[in-house]
């Protein structure tokens, strides 16, 4: 038979799934693959059911329901004071991978380079590939994960059309500031590049950090293309609803490739998040708080086991050092936790296509039950 397409010539599985496969061979406790091991709220699950009994069944718009639509355009007015046209500014994609691989596609001809601020999610390097853009990477320096400016202008030449950036920070827990904030837009503005800013952790902040979209500096309503999914807000990952808010243009270029892609996403499901993203008031106090005991007692728990890092204010993501324990690189040290420990990691290597930073540290993910949390120190005692 003939060979696949070149496109996928160097693609292999994601880091992502080789762990969680790992873990289920090895009887480990998982803390690697992004995703509570526990349900998102009863109350927005009967919503699903109810939202098929009502017969919300067929295909749904192309572009996302009437419903989800206004309600993803009502809260980034209500809590960011950004106006989003719900006809033609807001895209309901199949959660924020779609989202982001339309983006791409839709901004980025072959040859075009793109600014990836490394460690990033995997899914970035790859849609480049796929649209033949060339993904420039440019490093968030461990400890602090600060972008350095001089480093991030060195990179952008004439060829570079979009910077993403991701915010609050998969792997690393960081939350931007303003003022790093405003570094990146100035270089975007100077230059005259799309943004387009993953927000998918926007709602997942701790001790009083706060969430900037990035649309809403000076300048960049207009330059930048924000990404979000309704899978972190209510801790249910696997209903992969998501959506991009962009201008007339952009949107109208996400959509163009959606309609051939998916068409259309999950109808009951977004009727659902609509009657979520209503509720959010009330909900998000005690959904913070469930994810930020957890934080605090799985940062204790490593912090006794003597592992030094400051605590991550936002995400549900820990980059842990590794070098005062083992001489290995993060993934051998990671295979050697899932075989001896029973205990499942994510080697951020794979977040990096420069540095090799990402060698020094391990992943954990702490969106797990407490008896989860528990199981993992136990079985890393004594490291
Ligand atoms: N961006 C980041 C930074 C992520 O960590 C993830 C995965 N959880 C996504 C995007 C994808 O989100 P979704 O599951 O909605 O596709
Ligand atoms: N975003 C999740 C993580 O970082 C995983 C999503 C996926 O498996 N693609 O772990």
């Keep these: 038979m003939k060979d696949t397409s ?3 010539a160097d693609f292999k599985d994601s880091i992502f799934g080789v762990i969680s496969r790992l873990a289920r061979e090895h009887q480990a406790v998982n803390l690697g693959q992004g995703f509570p091991d526990f349900d998102g709220p009863e109350w927005i699950k009967d919503l699903v059911t109810q939202k098929m009994r009502e ?21 980034y007015k209500k809590f960011y004071g950004l ?6 500014q807001v895209t309901i994609t199949v959660g924020a991978t779609e989202a982001i691989y339309l983006v791409i596609m839709g901004l980025i001809n072959p040859g075009d380079e793109v600014i990836v601020l490394e460690p990033f999610y995997d899914s970035y390097v790859a849609s480049i590939k796929m649209a033949g853009g060339i993904p420039v990477p440019v490093t968030m320096h461990a400890p602090d994960f600060n972008v350095d400016q001089a480093e991030l202008q060195k ?9 993403i950036l991701n915010n609050p920070h998969n792997p690393s827990g960081k939350v931007w500031t303003r003022e790093e904030l405003m570094q990146v837009s100035e270089l975007a503005i100077k230059n005259d590049l799309y943004v387009l800013s993953d927000e998918v952790y926007e709602f997942l902040l701790f001790d009083g950090a706060k969430h900037i979209p990035t649309a809403t500096l ?4 207009e330059r930048t293309i924000t990404v979000s999914s309704a899978g972190k807000t209510f801790g249910l990952t696997g209903w992969k609803i998501g959506w991009i808010c962009a201008d007339e243009k952009v949107s109208r270029a996400c959509r163009l490739i959606h309609q051939y892609v998916t068409f259309s ?11 979520g993203l209503k509720k959010l008031d009330s909900y ?5 708080a469930t994810y930020k005991a957890k934080r605090d007692f799985f940062y204790k728990g ?16 820990m980059m842990v050092p590794i070098e005062s324990k083992t001489q290995l690189k993060d993934v051998d040290y990671a295979l050697e936790l899932i075989k001896t420990r029973k205990v499942a990691t994510v080697p951020p290597s794979a977040f990096y296509l420069k540095s090799a930073e990402g060698g020094k540290y391990l992943r954990f993910c702490f969106a797990k039950k407490e008896e989860t949390l528990i199981s993992a120190l136990a079985n890393l005692k004594g490291l």
């Design 155 to 163: 990179a952008i030449t004439s060829k570079t059309k979009l910077l």
């Design 218 to 221: 000076p300048g960049m309503y």
């Design 55 to 75: 017969g919300h069944n067929q295909y749904a718009p192309f572009h996302g329901t009437l419903n989800l639509r206004t309600e993803v355009s009502n809260y």
């Design 284 to 288: 998000l106090p005690e959904f913070v």
């Design 6 to 8: 070149l496109r996928i």
């Design 83 to 88: 106006n989003y046209d719900l006809e033609s």
């Design 265 to 275: 996403v999950s109808t009951p499901m977004q009727e659902a998040v609509a009657e």
């Design 302 to 317: 490593m912090k006794d086991l003597g592992f030094n890092f400051t605590i991550p204010r936002g995400t549900y993501f």
